[in-house]
C-alpha cells in the first residue's frame, strides 16, 4: 500500500475519536471578550495538553495582553511536528474562538453540547473553525501512527481573536514570532464551499463611505423656497454609476470579476410627503479590484459630489466608514495553490480553482507580511448560524488533503 493511502486508512480509523474530539472542543466556547465570553484562554490549556501528548514539539504559547479576559491574555499556540525536511514547513492556521450562540430558540439543542445526527455534527464551532483543526491535528496523528514521516515539518497555529480582528490573534503572533517563513506552505482552512473547490488567494479592497447631502427644507408646495437635498443625493447616486465604466477592468480571478459599486443604506428623511427635505444620507458599498488604487477612486467621488455641489447649490460631505485596502494577492500559481489542487483532485476527484473574493479573510493577515498564504476548506458554510454543523466526511477529507499536501515534495 501506498504511503497516502495508508494515511488515508488510518485517517477512517480515527472517525470515532474525532468525533469525540470535536464534542470536547465545542464544550469549551471561546468567545472573545467583545461578545461577552472569557477568552480562549481554557481551550487552549485543552490544547496545550493534547498537543504535548501526542508527539509535537517546539510548542510555544504567545500571550496577547488582554486585559478584558479574566486570563489577562489571548492565547496562540504554534507548534512543529518533525517531518523528513525542515527546509520549509506546511502551516495549518486555525482559530480557537467561536461567535456567540445568537438566539438560542432558534438552536435545536444546547449550541456548547455538540451532538451527531446524520453524517454531522451540530454545535457552535464545529464548522468554524473545529473541523479544520481537528483535522489538522488527525493528519499528523495518521502520520505518527503509521511510523511515516511527512515530507517537510508541519506546523500548527491554533490562534486567538479571529472574529473579532485577529489583532490579539495571528497578526499579533506574526508581529511577535520568527516561525513562518516566506517559503513555508500557509494553508488556512477558514472559507470555502461545498465541493472543495474554491482556494481563496485574493481579496478586493473594500470602501464603505456615507454621503450626507445639505439643502434647505422647506413646504412641498414651494419648492422654490428650498433645495431637494434628495433629489440632488438621488442625481448624486446616478452620476456614481460611471464608476463602473471608469474601473471596469475585469479579473477573471475574482467572482465577480469587477469592482462593484452600490449604494445600499439610506437614512430616513422626512417623516411628511409634503415637506422638501433638506438633509439626505445615504451610504455606498464599493469593493474594489486591487488593480485599482483606493485613494485615487475616493478622489474621483469627491470629484463627482463637487459638480453636484454645484448643480444642486447643496453641501456634500464625505465619511468613510470602512477602508480596508486589499492585500497583495497571492500568484494563482504558488506552491500551497498548486500543492492543494492536487490533494483536493486525489481525496475529492474535483478540480479546484484559485479565486479572489470580494470581502477580507484571515489569510489576508498572512499576505500583507509578505507570507503567500490561501484559504481553503469544504464547508457547507454554516458558520455563524443557528445549528451550525460540520459534516463528518469533510472533516476527515479535509484531514487527508492537510496529509497530502504533506507528503509532496
Ligand atoms: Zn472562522
Redesign the pocket.
Known sequence: MSPFNRIVKRIDSFRDEMIDFQIKLCAIPAIAPQSGGEGEARKAEFLLAYLKSNGWGDIQLVKAPDLETPAGHRPNIIALYRGRSSARTVWIMT?MDVVPPGELALWRGDPFKAYVEGGKIIGRGVE??QQDMVASLFAVKAFQAEGLLPNYDVGVALVAD??TGSAKGIDYVIQNSTAFRKDDIIIVP?AGNEEGTLIEVAEKSILWLKFKTDGKQAHGSTPEKGINSFKAASYLITKLDALYGLYGKPDRLFDPPISTFEPTKKEANVPNINTIPGEDVFYMDSRILPGYDVEAVIKKIRATADRVEKKFKVRISIEEKQKAPAAPPTAAKAPVVLALKRAVKDVYGHDARAKGIGGGT?AAVFRRAGFKAACWSRVDET?HQPNEYCKIDNMLGDAKVFAHVCLQD
Open positions: 482559530h468554524d473553525n479571529e472574529e477558514d484571515v458558520a
